[in-house]
């Protein structure tokens, strides 16, 4: 069956450090997004891309990175961890639509700066 | 600009009484709908969604949820409420500028089931 990974699942990570969120599916969809999903905020949009070599910024891109090499991955990289990311981050994909398509989700990584 | 609005944070329900979480949403074109649910720890579920075909959506799990253009509301209804409904519910839209399928989220309605 196909499926959207995570990885890690846990991160603790110290203020400064580079950490890298990793992303892949196997739906072959073109898009991918990264959330972030705070208490009394929903889900924020991080990044998201529409296929190979494409990447946008969402509404809170700030501090983050993504880069799109392939169909099926679509890492995060936090290039100078602080202590305000501190957050659970999903990954999600859809097929390219016109805006009818429902997006797929990954169990999500909780990630700790401390 | 699209936008979502839970109109409550929190519903409290007693087991086998029936569910309804509120959704009312803004969109300049004619919009998609989803309902996610999200279990504890776990990632996102579509519960079931409207893309303008039928009005009265029927989801997984019982839930269903009707779209009303009059009213901008897309409301989650379950007849029955069973223990195992207790999650973070989202309503979530998608209009048709979104060449590229992005998605509003509403902040989210945590439903809670008394025995």
């Known amino acids: 069956d196909a499926e959207i990974t995570q990885s890690p699942r846990h991160k603790i990570t110290e203020t400064g450090r580079q950490v890298t969120l990793a992303c892949h599916q196997t739906?072959?969809?073109?898009?991918m997004f990264w959330y972030r999903q705070d208490l009394g905020h929903g889900l924020r949009l991080i990044h998201y891309s529409y296929g190979v070599q494409d990447t946008n910024k969402g509404e809170v891109s700030d501090g983050y990175s993504v880069s799109r090499s392939n169909t099926e991955d679509l890492p995060l990289t936090l290039e100078s961890a602080a202590s305000s990311q501190t957050s659970v981050y999903f990954c999600?994909?859809?097929?390219?639509?016109?805006?009818?398509?429902?997006?797929?989700f990954g169990p999500g990584t909780r990630l700790t700066v401390l | 600009a699209q936008s979502v609005t839970q109109l409550d944070s929190h519903v409290s329900v007693s087991e086998g009484t029936p569910v309804l979480l509120r959704c009312n949403y803004s969109s300049s074109y004619s919009p998609s709908l989803f309902w996610y649910v999200q279990h504890p720890n776990k990632g996102l579920q579509l519960l079931l969604k409207?893309?303008?075909?039928?009005?009265l959506v029927k989801g997984i799990n019982g839930f269903e949820a009707e779209f009303k253009k009059s009213e901008t509301s897309f409301h989650l209804t379950k007849p029955s409420a069973h223990m195992s409904d207790a999650a973070e519910y989202f309503c979530?839209?998608?209009?048709?500028?979104?060449?590229?399928?992005?998605?509003?989220f509403g902040g989210g309605t945590r439903l809670m089931v008394k025995p």
């Open positions: 979530v839209v998608s209009d048709l500028r979104n060449a590229g399928n992005m998605l509003t």
């Open positions: 409207y893309t303008s075909a039928a009005t």
């Open positions: 739906w072959n969809h073109n898009n």
């Open positions: 999600a994909s859809s097929e390219r639509s016109s805006g009818r398509g429902e997006q797929f």
